[in-house]
């Protein structure tokens, strides 16, 4: 017996209706209507719970084939995770990497010496990038903030690449710092790049 039909046999037999079912269990009523209609299979933590639930073993829930089938959906899942990621740590870094020597920040500055006949310098518009503002002020954040979007970069390019488990999660890892540290550092450059405008 597959696992929809276990579970509404078990449902049926405690005379409960979904709803109450999915309130016990903490889940959405919708989603117990989906694994009794074969569309979705439980997680791990779900099925646990389910068979707590129904006092029963999980070998009484669910067969080895649709075990088999869970873990792979798990692991495509974390597959599909880790590249939307990924593609993320390249997106945003590339991004800020680009923007980061663009001149698109309007800006000013005044004109010394003071003509004849006027009581303040002149002011001179121009556009600057983040890196250009910040190196104006003597501050390398802009720079530093660069090395490691490329870094970041470059982990999350890698892990993409790269098809040996072993190296690839150990890749992953590095990406993933990489990226949390690359996205405080583009923040703060942005805050005291532009700060200096």
Known sequence: MNFEDRLKELRNKKGITQDE???????????IARYENGSALPTKENIEKIAVYFNVELSDLIDTNQTIEMSLKNVQTVKNINLGLNVSNLIVNAIYVILSVIPFLKTWKYVYPIPPGQSSPTIEYFYTSIMMSSFSHDNYIGLV???ICIISFALALSTIIVK??????????????????????????????IGYL
């Open 21 to 31: 079912l999915a309130r016990s269990i903490y889940v959405s009523r919708s989603l």
């Open 145 to 147: 903030t660069i090395i």
């Open 164 to 193: 040996y488990e072993r190296i690839k999660i150990t890749l992953q890892l590095f990406s993933y710092v990489g990226f949390v540290i690359s996205i405080f550092m583009i923040v703060f450059s942005l805050i005291f790049g």
